[in-house]
């Protein structure tokens, strides 16, 4: 019966899929691959699996990629943190200037990165910074060196998790919650067995996209890092650096990683989805 | 006493959703706070638990001041009417959620989980998630949870209002059962006057904010109190300028003594009735009555579409006049 109902094809749903085919062969698949033959194969230096493997374990590749999971890592806790507070505050309060809130919460969706990183620099630097004194003084360091780094990350990729979170909280309501009070719970361990629980793969499906994201930021994490070998130079970094030392194919190599990290957190978030489906 | 409300006033913005609501609801009892939508009967029951601060006046329960106590510390069992079940927990699970959080003894909790699926009959549903229980089991289920606590106070809100018919009949009936076994005090809202006829000792019916009428179901629908509580409690027509039951109206072919006279203008059969709209002659009383009698009467009186007939109240009949 499922066949009945599905439209037939004419010669304009031919030429529409042929469209976004190519469009996206063009665009996406072409390219990436390219990236992935010329990772195992790169022009004029020994190519496959070994000489690859070389090029990511060389020290600088390694500091790189240990550096940018670093960052990741911090910049989607504190996401999940404030990204579950402030999806709570979003939906289960009101308040004046929630909506104005609201709007803020997708600022970092719509600025340019690189427009967040000269923000944070005008801001924290010790020299050009609004309290840069009061930092220099104390000795504390946020610009040009880890928790600068994770700030960007932060700021770039906050929006990920509130976007998930809110429309599911927003579904169930609150008749569970009132429930569990009214059954004796307080508001933590309302929030604990019962919200939670209920968000939990909104939560998982933010994180991962949070992640994928923090993991290939490079316009804020630019301007506020040295970029330096072994001194804040990340994955994204690293290959820019080494694209412009004429050293392709270590590039090449980094890109590659970076490629999986992208299928593996779509992979995730493909098996997530259903799961969420079923559980309402 | 087991619930004792005094002076309850409470608004959302310029609406008065309730105004001086003074209620003593007593112990054992079941009671239903009946009344249209948007009439405050929900309200009312919100305060009660604590799920709404009134504006002002004071709500005891079994002699405790409960007014300012919030709804976690009222130890009151609360049931929606779309159940709010925890969904990613089994049925034993959300039953034992009250238990769980007040740290009992995890024996005393099986224990007590197990009877509380006993009394709802859904033992062998216990592993079960809610998504995969029917309307009346989820509320079943809800129920059980909120008695799990061992309640002071029962309260059900619109309990079957989301059930199609037959569950909602099937259910009233085992509620007024189970509370025959638990005799917990019970207060719950419907707008449904035949569920509160039927299964209430007491009925409270509520409109616009405020209590119309208190009483057993027999003394409201015998001695309505005003125009609405007898309008709310069943069909009414007007026969010559007095509110009366359909169904206490007598129809005769012959000529008689009579309060309106004229042809039957509509005949509709349900099931077992038949509702009749007689348009009566009189030009001073012109709006059609209905009239509800049974099929066998309809043939014993040997009605049909059209016909000329006399109408007066019966002998006893409940009427209003206005």
Do not use: C
């Not at chain 2, 609501?21 to 249209?36: S, Y």
């Not at chain 2, 300012?68 to 049925?91: C, D, E, I, W």
């Not at chain 2, 606590?149 to 018919?165: N, R, Y």
């Not at chain 2, 616009?208 to 069909?235: H, M, N, W």
């Amino acid at each position: 019966m499922a066949s009945r109902t599905r439209q037939r094809t004419g010669p304009a749903g031919l030429t529409a899929r042929l469209v976004v085919v190519v469009y996206l062969f063009l665009l996406v698949a072409w390219p990436v691959s390219v990236v992935v033959q010329r990772a195992f194969d790169p022009v004029g230096q020994p190519g496959g699996v070994g000489a690859l493997w070389e090029r990511l374990s060389a020290p600088d590749a390694v500091y790189a990629f240990y550096l940018t999971l670093t960052v990741a890592f911090w910049a989607v806790v504190v996401n999940t943190i404030f990204g579950v507070g402030i999806s709570l505050l979003l939906v289960r309060q009101r308040f004046r200037g929630r909506r104005a809130l609201s709007v803020l919460v997708d600022l970092p969706m719509s600025v340019s990165p690189v427009v967040v990183g000269l923000a944070l620099v005008l801001t924290y630097s010790t020299g050009l910074g609004w309290f840069g004194s009061i930092l220099s003084e104390t000795g504390v360091r946020i610009i040009g060196s880890t928790p600068g780094l994770i700030m960007a990350t932060a700021f770039v990729s906050l929006p990920l998790v509130i976007r998930e979170v809110v429309p599911v909280l927003e579904e169930v309501g609150t008749d569970a919650e009132v429930a569990a009070r009214s059954l004796g719970a307080n508001a933590r361990q309302t929030f604990w067995r019962i919200t939670l629980p209920t968000i939990k793969w909104a939560v998982v499906y933010g994180v991962v996209l949070s992640a994928a994201r923090a993991i290939g930021e490079y316009g804020a994490v630019r301007i506020v890092s040295r970029g330096a070998e072994f001194n804040g130079e990340t994955a994204t970094l690293l290959i820019q650096n080494e694209y412009q030392a004429f050293d392709e194919a270590a590039a090449y190599a980094a890109a590659f990683v970076l490629v999986m990290a992208a299928l593996l957190a779509l992979v995730v978030v493909t098996v997530v989805r259903p799961q969420e489906g079923s559980e309402s | 006493m087991s619930i004792e409300v005094v002076g309850v006033h409470k608004s959302f913005g310029d609406f008065a959703a309730l105004t001086d609501i003074n209620l003593t609801v007593p112990a054992g009892q079941l009671t239903a706070l009946l009344g249209p939508s948007g009439g405050g009967k929900s309200t009312l029951l919100r305060v009660i638990a604590g799920l709404e601060d009134a504006d002002s006046g004071s709500v005891e329960i079994e002699g405790v001041d409960a007014t300012s106590l919030p709804a976690q510390k009222r130890n009151v069992g609360f049931v929606f009417q779309h159940y709010a079940a925890f969904k990613h927990m089994t049925v034993r699970k959300n039953i034992a959620f009250g238990l769980e959080i007040r740290k009992r003894p995890k024996a005393e909790i099986t224990a007590k989980v197990e009877e509380l699926l006993e009394l709802v009959h859904l033992t062998q549903f216990a592993e079960r998630k809610p998504s995969q229980l029917s309307g009346g089991q989820r509320q079943r289920m809800a129920l059980a949870r909120a008695l799990a606590i061992e309640p002071s106070v029962l309260l059900l809100d619109e309990p079957f209002g989301a059930l199609d018919a037959k569950v909602r009949k099937e259910l009233r009936d085992w509620l007024r059962r189970l509370h025959d076994e638990v005799h917990v005090t019970t207060v719950f809202v419907t707008h449904d006057q035949e569920e509160a006829l039927e299964v209430a000792d007491t009925i409270v019916v509520i409109n616009d904010g405020r209590i119309e009428q208190v009483g057993t179901p027999d003394d409201l629908y015998d001695k309505p109190a005003s125009e609405f509580v007898l309008s709310f409690l069943g069909p009414v027509t007007r026969l010559g300028g007095q509110l009366i039951r359909p169904h206490d109206i007598e129809i005769s072919r012959y000529e008689q003594a009579a309060t309106a006279t004229g042809p039957i203008t509509r005949w509709t059969r349900v099931g077992f009735e038949v509702r009749l709209e007689v348009t009566p002659d009189d030009v001073l009383h012109p709006e059609p009555v209905q009239v509800v009698v049974t099929r066998a009467e309809a043939t014993a009186l040997g009605l049909h579409p059209g016909d000329q007939v006399w109408l007066r109240p019966q002998v006893g009949a409940q009427t209003v006049s206005s």
